[in-house]
């Protein structure tokens, strides 16, 4: 029989925990597979790793992480993942805006042989228009600009074989942005289709300062076009002033020099500046991912764990640190 593990990070995720615990698990019974449950708690300041723990108390299947400080959702997934000895894994949000009553549609599809089966978002409720929009943008921006297809509305709700497991498990890098490294490893990949509900409970942590930085932690893990670009916009800038240059010669030759024209050379000078910060502020952003990648630290820590005991031993060790 096969095993699937559900993978379920978790950031101050109190209030909603228990009621997501038990759609999981009406749907995990419902399941051929033996199941086990995974809550990786990323450093919450509420009740969070008090509930995991009691849930692990009571049900056999639930086991839990308690990373040591809030590495961020990226590397709580990694955390997880990392720790699923199982034939395939479920990465699902603890909110309940994504239904586990989809898994089921998803084991479907990864039993017909697909390796990574993921859930496109026909439909959005309880988010606001400019959020929608943001969301759309940030995506067909990806599809443009990256040599990786990210799918379209598709956040981190998945399942993944073991074999698309193991390879994921080798890309270490430390500027992670998970759904394009779900991409990035290829594999047969298919979409399941869904509607996604409003938060049941709690506050989102995502506000449009975390959501423009993994934005731009997306696109320069995944793409040089802004380098390219700050060639080309740097490059007929030059052409501009160059030609503007030679105006302003002809003009003194023809018509003799004058003190004239101090506002249009003010325009030049900081339009000229503007770009050059610009070119200079996106080169930064490449420079500063570089030197974090050359200090190799871990990815995280794991304070405490509760191992699911239910289950058989695992077939891979459990690590406790992300050292390799």
């Known amino acids: 029989m096969s095993k699937l593990t559900v993978v379920v990070p978790a950031y101050n995720e109190a209030a909603v925990l228990e009621a997501f615990h038990q759609r999981l698990c009406a749907v995990l019974g419902s399941l051929p597979q033996t199941c ?110 990256s040599d990786t297809s990210v799918p379209r509305d598709t956040g981190d709700f998945r399942l993944m074989s073991r074999r698309a497991l193991d390879a994921l498990h080798q890309l270490r890098e430390r500027q992670r942005f998970m759904k394009g490294l779900f991409a990035w490893i290829g594999y047969r990949q298919t979409a399941v289709y869904y509607q996604r509900d409003p938060r049941l409970a709690g506050q989102t942590k995502w506000n449009y300062w975390r ?73 930064g952003e490449y420079l500063g991912r570089n030197y974090a990648e050359s200090k190799r630290r871990p990815l995280y820590f794991i304070e405490e764990k509760h191992v699911a005991r239910d289950t058989t031993p695992a077939s891979h060790p459990l690590r406790t640190s992300a050292l390799d």
């Open 36 to 145: 086990d449950v995974l809550y990786v708690d990323d450093g919450s300041h509420d009740a969070t790793w008090t509930i995991i723990s009691q849930l692990a108390a009571r049900d056999a299947r639930c086991g839990g992480l308690k990373l040591s400080r809030n590495f961020g959702k990226e590397a709580a997934l990694t955390a997880g993942l990392d720790q699923v000895d199982a034939d395939a894994a479920v990465v699902i949000d603890a909110d309940l805006q994504d239904p586990p009553e989809l898994i089921p549609q998803l084991v479907a599809r990864w039993q017909e042989g697909y390796d990574v089966v993921y859930a496109t978002r026909s439909a959005r409720a309880g988010e606001s228009r400019l959020k929608k929009f943001t969301a759309a943008a940030f995506y067909r921006t990806m599809e443009k600009m």
């Open 211 to 283: 959501l423009t930085q993994l934005a731009i932690e997306g696109i320069t893990s995944f793409s040089t076009a802004p380098l390219k670009l700050a060639t080309w916009v740097g490059s007929a800038t030059a052409l501009l002033a160059f030609v503007y240059g030679l105006e302003v010669i002809v003009k003194a030759l023809l018509y003799g020099n004058n003190v004239r024209g101090y506002p249009s050379l003010m325009v030049v000078i900081l339009f000229l500046g503007g770009i050059q910060l610009l070119a200079l502020g996106v080169i």
